[in-house]
């Protein structure tokens, strides 16, 4: 039966700039200069060090369950680079490098791991979203900001991260939606690192990319090689002056991988096999960008001891903070307390009052509450 075609064919673009060995495409080089390459790895090289001493500081008990970002540095730097102070970044919760990058204390951010409220609260004149765990409903959020930034003629951009997982969720379909048909300055930056927990790329989509997801919805759709930093950044660079000139929403899709566990409390040896991660290992994202720098003559001498200490200093900080009151978990959910919540507040203030058990300090592993299972060695 004959048809009418509807639309041309969409395409889904994808760029890369810089290979696995650092190898460069020239003529796609971004116009950074040589201090804000610096910048970049300086904050990639803080977000993987700061990793690898939160899940040491995990592994003693001193912070409680965290989301690593090993092997997502460029997606995550990449793409915040090209905020400015005053645009919006809303995260999921594994953008550890772009929150730091973004201003947020590093102490803070120990806090907020290590269960203390405050560590959750963004600085008043910071235009940061807090942490979300609960899947993509960050998204509408993300969509909801940039719809007020467009209603009051603020000149700023909102950034939102999600996984891969997250497409797979109502409210990414409903943020996507109301992004293209309100024409808001959105871009949703999906960081595709192949696995959600223990759930392959390939039982969350038949469709052959992420990006493509963006073309239902009327806004452009780009896949950009995630572990590469400059493609990042420059496809960021190109959907963020979009969202600025009032020409709508992007979605990136950063297909990159995550090189350790799901968080703390997750085995990946589980579900994938070591010969994956080491194929994604070759394809370090910090590996290439310094190999590219060292043949600019940028790379520096003593930046990993320079960032160590400044992590140290951090985790001096936030050890140095009193114990938390762990009644405050039931403070900003409901406006007024349900009585069954009240009754177990008022049965939990006694036991503390009661001497046992001991709120947590920073710095030493939680006495167990009554009931509650001892972790396992
Ligand atoms: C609404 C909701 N459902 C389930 C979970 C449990 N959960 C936490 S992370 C995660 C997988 C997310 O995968 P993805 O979106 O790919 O992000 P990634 O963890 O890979 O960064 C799930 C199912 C949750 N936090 N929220
Ligand atoms: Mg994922």
């Not at 806090?111 to 998204?139: H, K, S």
């Not at 991988?257 to 080491?278: C, F, I, M, Q, W």
């Not at 400044?310 to 985790?315: G, Q, R, T, W, Y």
């Not at 507040?345 to 009661?354: G, I, K, N, T, V």
């Amino acid at each position: 039966m004959p048809r009418t075609v509807l639309e041309p064919r969409f395409q889904v673009e994808y760029l890369s700039i810089l290979d696995s060995d650092g190898r460069l495409d020239a003529a796609l080089e971004p116009a950074l200069a040589p201090a804000q390459l610096q910048e970049l790895h300086r904050a990639m090289v803080l977000g993987r060090r700061l990793d690898e001493r939160m899940l040491r500081l995990q592994r003693q008990g001193r912070i409680g369950t965290f989301a690593p970002i090993k092997g997502q540095e460029a997606s995550q730097l990449g793409a915040a680079f090209t905020l400015r102070r005053t645009d919006w970044m809303v995260p999921s919760f594994r953008e550890t490098a772009a929150m730091v990058w973004r201003g947020w204390p590093i102490e803070r951010i120990l806090l907020f791991f290590a269960g203390y409220l405050e560590g959750g609260q963004p600085a008043p004149d910071q235009r940061d979203l807090p942490v979300t765990i609960p899947v993509a409903t960050q998204l509408p959020h993300a969509v909801g900001l940039a719809y007020a930034a467009q209603y009051r003629g603020d000149d700023v951009v909102v950034m939102a991260f999600f996984g891969d997982g997250a497409t797979s969720e109502g409210d990414f379909h409903e943020a996507a939606n109301f992004a293209g048909v309100w024409h808001v300055p959105v871009v949703f930056v999906c960081q595709n690192n192949q696995w959600a927990i223990s759930v392959p790329l390939k039982k969350q989509t038949h469709s052959r990319t992420l990006a493509q997801k963006a073309l239902a919805y009327g806004m452009p759709g780009v896949q950009v090689d995630g572990n590469d930093v400059l493609a990042v950044y420059a496809v960021a660079q190109e959907a963020v002056d979009r969202a600025r000139a009032g020409d709508g929403p992007t979605l990136i899709e950063c297909v990159t991988y995550r090189l350790g566990v799901h968080t703390t409390a997750d085995d990946p040896t589980k579900y994938r096999s070591p010969e994956e991660v080491a194929a994604w290992e070759k394809k370090d994202p910090l590996t290439r960008f310094a190999a590219y720098l060292k043949k600019k003559g940028l790379l520096e001498d003593g930046l990993e001891a320079a960032v160590d200490a400044e992590i140290a200093a951090a985790v001096a900080r936030f050890e140095a903070v009193g114990p938390a009151d762990p009644l405050t978990i039931f403070d900003h959910v409901y406006a007024e307390l349900p009585p069954d919540l009240k009754a177990q507040r008022e049965a939990l203030a006694e036991r503390l009052h009661q001497g046992a058990p001991e709120p947590h300090t920073p710095g030493q592993p939680s006495p167990p509450m009554r009931g509650q299972r001892q972790p396992r060695r």
